[in-house]
């Protein structure tokens, strides 16, 4: 079969461009300070661009990638998911 999982990532996604708007004004997601939302909602994306490469992600949301490494590097993500 053709099957190709979709991440909700390959195509426009409005969820995503809301985030990428948000990341464009503020760091974290929650009054600008890391916080347990930003680890849950790392979390999916880190996992999305782990399983799923061929992913593009930068050329569309910029400020998603950048939170993205920010959060894969804090030192607790690398205890937590062996980075």
């Known amino acids: 079969t053709n099957f190709r999982y979709d991440t ?3 195509n426009p996604n409005r969820r995503i461009d ?5 990341l464009s ?4 997601l929650v009054q600008g300070k890391f916080s347990l939302a ?4 790392a ?3 880190l996992y999305v661009i782990q399983f799923f490469p061929d992913v593009e992600l930068y050329q569309r949301w910029p ?6 490494r920010e959060c894969a590097g804090r030192e607790g993500y690398g205890q937590a998911f062996g980075g």
Do not use: I
């Open 25 to 28: 004004q503020s760091p974290h």
């Open 63 to 68: 400020h998603v990638v950048r939170y993205m």
């Open 38 to 41: 930003d680890v849950a909602v």
């Open 8 to 10: 909700g990532l390959r």
């Open 18 to 22: 809301t985030l990428n708007t948000l």
């Open 43 to 45: 979390s999916y994306l």
